[in-house]
T-cell receptor, first 112, second 115 residues
């Protein structure tokens, strides 16, 4: 069984740029959720994808967008990067009606 | 709306002594509750889960938690701390009331274990 993987591990971007983060879900899982974890905080829910459609969204602006592909992998895109976007971005996969979510190691984004 | 309050930002114990990490929750629906652990520069690992079965839940590495509805609590315990337990612990609530499962995290408790 393959776990959740994320790429890249680390990323440094400049304010105003755009970034794409990638996630491969655990084998057999059809739902992907993205979370932002600022330094010293708990993760916050960004959005969830199921069957290639956004299935729910947290309190994040539209410049945070995503995609899910037929193989259930996913991308998180952030446009017009701001300094406050610096954080660890976590991807989690699950079954559609499953309570348990399994997390990847995260992508550390630094915006300068 | 659901929420989680972790009552301690830091807990310090000596190796071999008991661990207690406190968590209170609020949820409009019958909640599922979890504890996750995060070691430095690592992702989140599921320690244990409560999903309306037995109120005393056993997890990995000797941890357990008790769901107390009357107190809206889900405290995490371990009889004897090990150095490798030093990490950040998150109490998490989840419900399907919104039609999809989303996790709401507490702010975390850093567990420090001294020799």
């Amino acid at each position: 069984e393959t776990g959740v993987t994320q790429s890249p591990t680390h990323l440094i971007k400049t304010r105003g740029q755009q970034v794409t983060l990638r996630c491969s879900s655990q084998s057999g899982h059809n739902t992907v959720s993205w979370y932002q974890q600022a330094l010293g905080q708990g993760p916050q829910f960004i959005f969830q994808y199921y069957r290639e459609e956004e299935n729910g969204r947290g309190n994040f602006p539209p410049r945070f967008s995503g995609l899910q592909f037929p193989n259930y992998s996913s991308e998180l895109n952030v446009n017009a990067l701001e300094l406050d976007d610096s954080a660890l971005y976590l991807c989690a996969s699950s079954m559609r009606d499953g309570y348990e979510q399994y997390f990847g190691p995260g992508t550390r984004l630094t915006v300068t | 709306a659901q929420s989680v309050t972790q009552l301690d930002s830091h807990v310090s114990v000596s190796e071999g002594t008991p661990v207690l990490l406190r968590c209170n929750y609020s949820s409009s629906y019958s909640p599922s509750l979890f504890w996750y652990v995060q070691h430095p520069n690592k992702g989140l690992q599921l320690l244990l889960k409560y999903t309306s079965a037995a109120t005393l839940v056993k997890g990995i590495n000797g941890f357990e938690a008790e769901f107390k509805k009357s107190e809206t609590s889900f405290h995490l315990t371990k009889p004897s701390a090990h150095m490798s337990d030093a990490a950040e612990y998150f109490c998490v609530v989840s419900d399907l009331g919104s039609g999809y499962s989303t996790l709401t995290f507490g702010k975390g408790t850093m567990l420090l274990v001294s020799p």
